[in-house]
Nanobody, 124 residues
Framework: QVQLVESGGGLVQAGGSLRLSCAAS????????MAWFRQAPGKDREFVAA????????YYADSVKGRFTISRDNAKNTVYLQMNSLKPEDTAVYYC?????????????????WGQGAQVTVSS
């Protein structure tokens, strides 16, 4: 069993930066693929970024490529999402997700553990 807790959300002006953290419990964290998704009001949950358990592979949605960076520290059981050059359209609840299969994927169905979400609001 894995529990995920996000932190670091908040309100920021367009062009600013935020870093989200996701702390995971469970001794198998280092073998899980991790990802960030987001969900804006009235919209479906969408993929943002994913990182392999080896840290050697990352995968980004086109909408955030070049602005967001996903990373992880297996010693601290934590995954991060550094968000730069934020835009109002980045406003959403951001969710951390874990996949016990270890496969990087953009589908929500590929992830079997989810955090409670962190609100990110970007003002124009």
């Amino acid at each position: 069993q894995v529990q995920l807790v996000e932190s670091g959300g908040g309100l920021v002006q367009a062009g600013g930066s935020l870093r989200l953290s996701c702390a995971a419990s469970g001794r198998l964290f280092s073998s899980y693929a991790m990802a960030w998704f987001r969900q804006a009001p009235g919209k479906d949950r969408e993929f943002v970024a994913a990182i392999s358990w080896t840290v050697t592979s990352t995968y980004y949605a086109d909408s955030v490529k070049g602005r967001f960076t996903i990373s992880r520290d297996n010693a601290k059981n934590t995954v991060y999402l550094q968000m730069n050059s934020l835009k109002p359209e980045d406003t959403a609840v951001y969710y951390c997700a874990a996949s016990s299969s270890g496969v990087l994927a953009a589908r929500t169905s590929s992830y079997n553990y989810w955090g409670q979400g962190a609100q990110v609001t970007v003002s124009s």
